[in-house]
């Protein structure tokens, strides 16, 4: 049964196309969304945010305070992409995207692994029975703090440090989520496994304090209480190493901040790329921020040859997040349908179709 709204429950959804070829994703997800809305019976109002590398070099601002308090209002926030060829790394991503992630509290960032129907995974003989697990990357802490610093630079001297950095409650609510989602949506409880399990990254041979305090963390919460959730341990170098050889083996992983952003565009690239590949930025309590994983393309930007599905699968999973599952299901199931039956490929300009096509082909799958 479709999801009605109920007396008009209206979502508040605030859209930031970013840079590059953001705009132009994020313009098909709205487009699906908006077709979704009218088939399952939810409202929208979308208020557009102008940020990123554009507005920066016009006014010198990446995101004012102002900003962030406004976003706090809404009920999800979409994401197209953000990074700009005439301004500086660093500037961006720390003063937009990661002050977002840190301000808004999105501490954990999902990132589900699917290969979907008719796309080649460059991993000879894997298919979408294979290619079907999630990662749970902690978003708030580890390296991504900024906590260290640098002495005596520019000399032969210098030092530098930048320190991976965890506390207990940070990771023992990475946890909670990890299980809850192991137990809602691990492989049992999809029928597709004897069990629900959760696979915890690090790298406990080496880093003897940050992945010990997690490891001990892990053992406690899952004994006490999630008994039912089957737990497993792998080094992340050993994973990066299984994700190619036996993506099968996986069902959720959950690991620190910087392990996850880079096992994440590994894992991206054997479900058929960036093309394809969506994340959300999730405060459970707060307000949620979806997107592509992947960067601005500036190349193509204004083709229309860019991929939208990966835009169009983050508002899927904005979706689902906002307890639309009947509508999520349906869109998950439409972009299925695109893959399996239309797209020559997911790369830009080869899906024998324009980026504005491929999102009338998935709104159209839905109507
Ligand atoms: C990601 C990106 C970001 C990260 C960058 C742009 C700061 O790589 O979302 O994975 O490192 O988290
Ligand atoms: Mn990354």
Redesign the pocket.
């Known amino acids: 049964m479709a999801k009605k709204a109920k007396g008009g429950k209206t979502y508040r959804i605030a859209v930031l196309p970013g840079d590059g070829t953001g705009p132009e994703v994020v313009r098909e997800a709205v487009k699906v969304m908006d077709a979704a809305s009218e088939k399952y019976g939810f409202r929208t109002e979308k208020v557009h945010y102008d940020l990123g590398g554009e507005r920066y070099k016009r006014t010198g601002e990446v995101c004012p305070e102002s900003c962030v308090a406004e976003l706090r209002g809404f009920d999800a926030i979409l994401l197209g992409a953000?990074?700009h060829p005439d301004v500086k790394p660093g500037i961006l991503?720390?003063g937009l995207?990661?002050k977002l992630?840190f301000d808004l509290d999105q501490y954990i960032?999902l990132r589900p692994v699917r290969l979907f129907p008719g796309v080649d995974s460059p991993i000879k003989d894997k298919g979408p029975e294979h290619i079907d697990y999630a990662v749970v990357?902690e978003?708030s802490g580890d390296v991504?703090t900024g906590v260290g610093g640098v002495t005596q630079k520019g000399t032969p001297n210098e030092v530098a440090t930048q320190v991976m950095i965890y506390n207990r409650f940070q990771v023992d609510r990475c946890l909670r989520y990890a299980f809850e989602y192991a137990r809602r949506y691990g492989k049992k409880a999809r029928g597709k496994g004897e069990h629900n399990t959760l696979g915890l990254v690090g790298k406990t041979n080496v880093l003897t304090y940050v992945y010990d305090l997690w490891e001990r963390a892990f053992h406690e919460m899952g004994d006490k209480l999630y008994p039912d959730v089957k737990r497993d341990y792998y080094h992340v170098d050993a994973t990066c190493m299984w994700m190619v050889k036996s993506p099968e083996w996986f069902d959720v992983l959950v690991t620190g901040?910087?392990f996850?952003?880079i096992i994440?565009?590994l894992a991206a690239m054997t479900q058929g790329g960036m093309g394809i590949a969506a994340?959300g930025?999730l405060n459970p309590e707060g307000v949620s921020m979806f997107?592509p994983?992947g960067?601005s393309a500036p190349k193509y930007t204004g083709k229309n040859v860019i991929n939208p599905l990966a835009a169009i699968c983050a508002m899927q999973m904005m979706l689902e997040h906002l307890g639309l599952d009947e509508a999520a299901k349906g869109v998950d199931a439409a972009v299925r349908k695109v893959t399996g039956t239309k797209l020559k490929s997911l790369a830009a300009g080869k899906m024998g179709y324009s980026t504005t096509e491929v999102g009338d082909l998935v709104a159209g799958m839905l109507a």
Do not use: A, H, Q, S
Request: charged share 30%.
């Open positions: 953000i990074g991503e720390k995207l990661l992630r960032n990357r978003n991504y901040n910087m996850g952003d994440t565009d994340g930025n997107e994983i960067g």
